[in-house]
């Protein structure tokens, strides 16, 4: 049995297995890049080595600086997490060849699902239902739509969806590029698109006596840019027909048998309405969603990982699958914004109690652009899946998240969607039903008077007469604050009579931290938190970042019209016009790549690139000036 693991990852997962690795008794060392130096899972190791730098290139995907990094702290076993190298059969090998235990599959298995292709050809031998794999240059108007699918890797990323044949190369080009930056390998194949169709998973643990777990099937349809959103066991659809269950169960267990497996993993299908359902890929390792599982099953995954790695043998069967669990992921972004990602300082970051939070970040954590914008996973488990959502929901809609946006309201929004308590939540919900809505203009103005009386209750003078009180009403006391793009004026007075404002509003108290309004004769509180050029009130209404707006501007913060700034900081990857080129409104100009995905900068009005102020390759912070385009002479 080994004695000291090594967690070569980072965030939320490695935070995971050093929580398992205590309680069973062993020593723990984490390897952190420079950018994390700060994070919380560097602290919660006994042990910690630097791998110089910040991206993952430099540093997570390093092999030879971590295999020393194990050996270096005294590591006798070496946890690969998911991401990264997890499903690196080169890594897991080269742990192997250090007289290091490899906690994960052998490097047989990770070799053989490696690449996407060869997966199916073997699962397809092996009895396991497939899709057929189309090559691109037998793509058809009659095959479309198709996903353009990366080999290698998984996550989302060198994927696209194609729906017309003129726009292939491109797609194809794109995809390539991507899954290349991402994964080191460019390979991508094609398959016909299910463009409403489930997501169905089944989790696989085997030991190396031969015996195979199928342990609970989940659903993680709901998703976006390929990427989960939210994941459930057991699957809405597996209960409306169950005897799909015994058919994926069976599939499951001939895929690992198909390739000797040993440890946990994730068979993946894409299933029909009917219940018909086809092998996607396998995932060699620890799942972000294994959590669901855990919660419907009283396993520790991490656990059997340990004990299956360490030789120990499994119970003939798992245990049976008792009530439902919901997991989301809370990502640093903006859903309404075409998920783009959000970096910065998490002033502050609370969930109340009730639900299981797996989450790589506290307070004062600084987002950088260089990893995965998944901030947190939120599990709740319940008797049944309407009571989850209803707990899910309404612990995330208390939830303090200060500092980043975040898709939280959208999945306030999804776990209280009608269709999603219907158990309708099929891979192309969001374009059923859209992204949610914005917080309504008379709650942003509600939360920004609160702000501001929050504000002035702070600089009231000594005898504590209200700021802006006046004997005999005069001015209204004005403050401004903007959300997106919209800026937003308060005015109010404070008369004999209380508070004067536009709207039906009375104040009932306030103070630096929290006010008391009467909104339309109902009693609101609102929670008020200040940071430097930011304001976060939260409320039953909903939560809102509001920043204060200068009464005076910098010049030289100020851009020059049709000026493209950078959204996010992140690394220009490439450029798609030259200065003098004509472009129109929307055209795709440059590329950037932050959170691990590709963001795209068009054009924002007709005309000609006057500069270009970056090239490929370089990093650019956000608010910086990509390009600029002028008025066509």
Known sequence: MFTTVLVANRGEIARRILRTARSAGLSTVAVYSSADARMPFVDEADAAVELPGNTPGETYLRTELIVEAALRAGADAVHPGYGFLSENAGFAQAVIDAGLTWIGPPVDAISSMGSKIEAKKLMAAAGVPVLAELTPAEVSADDLPVLVKASAGGGGRGMRVVSHLEDLAAEIDAASAEALSAFGDGTVFCERYLAAGRHIEVQIMADQHGTIWAVGERECSIQRRHQKVVEEAPSPLVERIPSMRASLFDAARKAAAAIGYVGAGTVEFLADEQGNFYFLEMNTRLQVEHPVTEETTG?????????????????????????????????????????????????????????????????????????????????????????????????????????????????????????????????????????????????????????????????????????????????????????????????????????????????????????????????RVFDVAAYDGLVCVDSSLGSVSLAPVERFTDPARQVAAGSLVAPMPGTVIRIGVEIGDTVTQGQPLLWLEAMKMEHTIAAPVDGVVGELKVEAGQQVEVGAVLAVVGEDA
């Open 299 to 523: 396993l520790d995954l991490v656990e059997l990982q340990f004990a299956v790695a360490a030789g120990e043998q499994l119970q003939p069967d798992p245990p049976p699958t008792v009530g439902h669990a919901i997991e989301v992921r809370l990502y640093a972004e903006d859903p309404l914004n075409d998920w783009q990602p959000q970096t910065g300082v998490l002033h502050r970051f609370e969930v109340p109690p009730g639900v299981r939070v797996d989450s790589g970040v506290e307070d004062g954590a600084e987002v950088t652009p260089y990893y995965d914008a998944m901030l947190a996973k939120v599990i709740a488990a319940g008797p049944d899946r309407t009571t989850v959502a209803r707990q899910l929901a309404a612990v995330l809609r208390r939830a303090g998240i200060h500092g980043i946006g975040t898709n939280r309201d959208l999945l306030v929004w999804i776990l209280r969607h009608p269709a999603f308590l219907a158990g309708d939540t099929d891979t192309a919900f969001f374009d059923k039903h859209g992204v949610g809505a914005e917080v309504g203009d008379s709650v942003v103005r509600a939360s920004a008077l609160a702000a501001a009386l929050a504000d002035a209750a702070g600089r009231h003078a000594p005898v504590r007469v209200p700021s802006g009180w006046r004997n005999l009403a005069s001015q209204p006391q004005r403050k401004s604050y903007r959300v997106g793009e919209v800026v937003h004026e308060i005015a109010y007075r404070m008369t004999r009579d209380g508070l004067v404002a536009d709207g039906n509003v009375r104040l009932v108290e306030s103070a630096p931290e929290r006010v008391v309004l009467q909104v339309d004769g109902v009693r």
